[in-house]
């Protein structure tokens, strides 16, 4: 894959991370108020699968 691909995931995964660990610290009620703002955490796997179809 190209280096521009690898930083992208690379910022999708730092912010996965983040995003896990407010969900385990917060209060739930508020964060379901605000989940169209967070990932749907796919993965890495996903994220080369979908890359290669875009780019096919």
Known sequence: MDDKFDQVLGHY??????????WRTENPGDLFARR?????PVGENVGRFLHALIIA
């Open 13 to 22: 995964t730092r912010r996965i991370e983040a995003e896990d660990q407010l």
């Open 36 to 40: 169209d703002e967070f990932l749907l």
